[in-house]
């Protein structure tokens, strides 16, 4: 009973660890979705330890495994009876399965975060070609696809903005558009306000 005890917290751990390693995304994404502005950066901390965290978690993963799978000696079972005796459901392979697919899913959330933001086709714009501006936001705290996704959406909502991309690599966002509709501060609010990043500076076209 105290080993199927210890095996469920290893199972939390990993499950634990594995949304430590992630809070850095899932923040940003979760702030635009639910509307909480400024939560972006609340856990930006974290993405330095980010692989090692992963790292751990699937070392947690791969230990309990092991210890599920491994052939139960002939000394370890203190009578017959016991090989027969169904496991309850939180000590079971279906259990383990469930916990590893949702600490992978955690893992992996920055690669698939987009899906969340993705919405009904645009009504197109009319816009004179001499509105049409360019212009690089230079964004301190992005650490992921996850945030990318934010700071794009964020971007994207604001009335007057065609286009925006952005990479946390580079820390830079490129927002195309009207110029008769919206301007710098517009896009500073947008992302320092909704999502919680630092603008550190922005410049008209492309960089």
Known sequence: MEDK???NKTLWAA???GTAA???CLTPVL???VGIGGIASIFSWIEPARPYLIALTLGILAFAWYKKLKPVRGGEIECACETDEKPAFWHSKVFLAIISVAAVLLLTFPSYSGIFF???KAT???IEKENIAMATLSIQ???CSGCEQSVNKALKDKPGVIESSSDHLRGLAWVKYDKSRIGFEEFRNAVEKT???KVIDIQGGMK
């Open 5 to 7: 005890s210890a095996s």
């Open 124 to 126: 197109p714009l009319i």
């Open 15 to 17: 499950l634990l660890v």
């Open 31 to 33: 702030g635009i979705l």
């Open 141 to 143: 705290g992005m650490t």
């Open 195 to 197: 999502v919680g990043y």
């Open 118 to 120: 993705r919405s009904a």
């Open 22 to 24: 992630s809070l850095c």
